[in-house]
């Protein structure tokens, strides 16, 4: 069956930067799109961008760009996502979320990780 | 930029039809799906393409499309569908380069 697992709770100060890592089992991880989407406390889903696990290609959301940085590990079937520059705001939950396959222009998600709180606190 | 609006909250007894709404102007160019979400958990997929149901999700979900409004509904509604509730689609470009999510919509069981 397929999972996908985070990760565990991290704490930073403003400023720094934060890695999460994802590990994806149970299908062929470079056939699908990985997402990544963060909720804040109290919010609703933010979405942060995907990369193409084949490729190594991404995409990220406007508001992301320059601070975030989706990588993958096809030898250990693992996505990661890194964050800089942390802020208070980025206080979140995130979640990474599979895709459609790489071969269909599609935008959904399927499979969630569990989430990863990412607490930013001086 | 784009966005997708849905109502703050919906409430109905048991066993009641409930109804969430999701307008965009690029709903009639681009599918649209819809999320479940209880607390502490991960989103769950209900819907996909506007009114397809993935395997395992009950009967009673579905979701229809008009213009620029789909619409999830849940008929014969119990108390374990008290969640919240997302709809998501592309951008407006229609070139997969974004994603956007409604602001998600708290159903409230009586």
């Known amino acids: 069956q397929v999972q996908l697992v985070q990760s565990g709770a991290e704490v930073k100060k403003p400023g720094a930067s934060v890695k999460v890592s994802c590990k994806a089992s149970g299908y062929t991880f470079t056939g699908y799109y990985m997402h990544w989407v963060r909720q804040a406390p109290g919010q609703g889903l933010e979405w942060m961008g995907w990369?193409?696990?084949?490729?190594?290609?991404?995409n990220y959301a406007q508001k992301f760009q320059g601070r975030v940085t989706m990588t993958r590990d096809t030898s250990i079937s693992t996505a990661y996502m890194e964050l800089s520059r942390l802020r208070s705001d980025d206080t979140a939950v995130y979640y990474c979320?599979?895709?459609?396959?790489?071969?269909?222009?599609?935008?959904?998600?399927?499979?969630w990780g569990q989430g990863t709180l990412v607490t930013v606190s001086s | 930029s784009y966005e997708l609006t849905q109502p703050p909250s919906v409430s109905v007894s048991p066993g009641q039809t409930a109804r969430i709404t999701c307008s965009g102007d690029?709903?009639?160019?681009?599918?649209a799906y819809w999320y479940q979400q209880k607390p502490g958990q991960a989103p769950v997929l209900v819907i996909y393409?506007?009114?397809e149901r993935p395997s395992g999700i009950p009967e009673r979900f579905s979701g229809s499309s008009s213009g620029t409004t789909v619409t999830l509904t849940i008929s014969g509604v119990q108390a374990e569908d008290e969640a919240d509730y997302y709809c998501?689609?592309?951008?407006?470009?229609?070139?997969?380069?974004?994603?956007?999510f409604g602001g998600g919509t708290k159903l409230t069981v009586l």
């Open positions: 979320a599979r895709g459609p396959p790489v071969v269909v222009v599609a935008t959904y998600f399927d499979y």
């Open positions: 690029a709903l009639p160019k681009q599918y």
């Open positions: 393409k506007d009114s």
């Open positions: 998501q689609s592309a951008d407006s470009s229609g070139t997969y380069r974004g994603v956007v």
């Open positions: 990369i193409n696990p084949n490729s190594g290609g991404t």
